[in-house]
């Protein structure tokens, strides 16, 4: 089981940046999809998810508006787009894969990718 973000990296406030997530070595068509963060001194927190049905997408009050989660099925590829970046935004993000139905006590984590927003 692979999961590998990328598209982190150092952006103004402002600005925006698009992560990605490539997943490999399960069945992804049976996996909600999730961005997590965290922040030095912070616990980890939910950004995102999307479900592996109909796609549905779930967002925590703080962070809507902002972020839009998508997923593509023929890829396995799950991305995060963020606009309008604060410093605050600046954490750690982390790609989930979380099982369903006879897969449900699965998850998987990747290694995280770096956002830094910072003039």
């Known amino acids: 089981v692979q999961l590998v973000e990328s598209g982190g990296g150092l952006v103004q406030p402002g600005g925006s940046l698009r992560l990605s997530c490539a997943a490999s070595?399960?069945?992804?068509?049976?996996?909600?999809m999730s961005w997590f963060r965290q922040a030095p001194g912070k616990e980890r927190e939910l950004v995102a998810s999307?479900?592996?049905?109909?796609?549905?997408?779930n967002y925590p009050d703080s962070m809507k508006g902002r972020f839009t989660i998508s997923r593509d099925a023929a890829k396995n590829a799950v991305y995060l787009q963020m606009n309008s970046l604060k410093p605050e935004d600046t954490a750690v993000y982390y790609c989930?894969?979380?099982?369903?139905?006879?897969?449900?006590?699965?998850?998987?984590w990747g290694p995280g990718t770096q956002v830094t927003v910072s003039s």
């Open positions: 070595g399960f069945t992804f068509s049976s996996y909600t």
């Open positions: 999307i479900t592996n049905t109909v796609g549905s997408t």
């Open positions: 989930n894969a979380k099982g369903t139905g006879l897969r449900r006590a699965n998850n998987y």
